[in-house]
């Protein structure tokens, strides 16, 4: 049976969706939180509801104990992130930083990284069976490099696929790159 909770309950989208989740899953099922905006009566008197700081993960865990969750609309995380994101400048300095560094290395070495200009960098091989084979041997090094084969890209651009985050140091990049470079005669 699903127990479901819904984030953002006093916003525009969740104040509607709750009452028809509650029709569709039964009201006692669906479970509305808020943070400090109130919710309407319909929805805070149709089925239970809880207040939640969705930034917050213990108070999101508890909840989802609590109330035996096992699906999770977040609806008010968008106004959260831009909360978060306003406060994450030196992170997002980081990222920029890594993915620069990291791009052109990739491109130093003679990668095809396509034109990649965010921290979602591709190293593109062509076909699938010897991207899986570099993924393996990148993994078996405790790297993992995602491989994305057709139909996820087009017959004969198989990539490996690298997210680089704000949490990368410059060792870890070094890491995969001289593992990269090791393995580029199989590559190319």
């Known amino acids: ?28 099922n669906v479970i509305a939180s808020v943070n400090k905006t109130p919710m309407t009566d319909e929805v805070q008197n149709s089925g239970p509801n ?20 096992d699906t999770i609309y977040h609806l008010g995380s968008i106004l959260s992130a831009i909360k978060i994101m306003s406060k994450l400048e030196k992170q997002r300095q980081n990222l920029r930083k890594n993915s620069l560094f990291f791009r052109r290395s990739l491109k130093h070495i003679g990668f095809n990284i396509g034109n990649s200009q965010t921290h979602i960098v591709p190293i593109i091989i062509g076909e699938p069976n010897k991207t899986i084979l570099i993924s393996n041997k990148l993994e078996n090094k405790g790297l993992y490099l995602a491989p994305i084969r057709p139909p996820s890209v087009p017959p004969k651009s198989s990539r490996l696929r690298i997210s680089l985050s704000s949490l990368h140091k410059l060792n870890h990049l070094n890491k995969l790159i001289k593992e990269l470079k090791n393995l580029s005669h199989e590559i190319s």
């Not at 809880?50 to 969750?69: E, G, L, P």
Request: glycine share 8%; proline share 2%; aromatic share 4%.
């Open 50 to 69: 809880t207040k939640i700081d969705i930034i917050n993960i213990d108070q999101i865990n508890n909840a989802i104990k609590k109330y035996n969750i």
């Open 1 to 28: 049976m699903n127990r479901i909770l819904v984030t953002g309950a006093s916003g525009q989208i969740g104040s509607e969706l709750i009452p028809e989740l509650r029709k569709l899953y039964g009201e006692e």
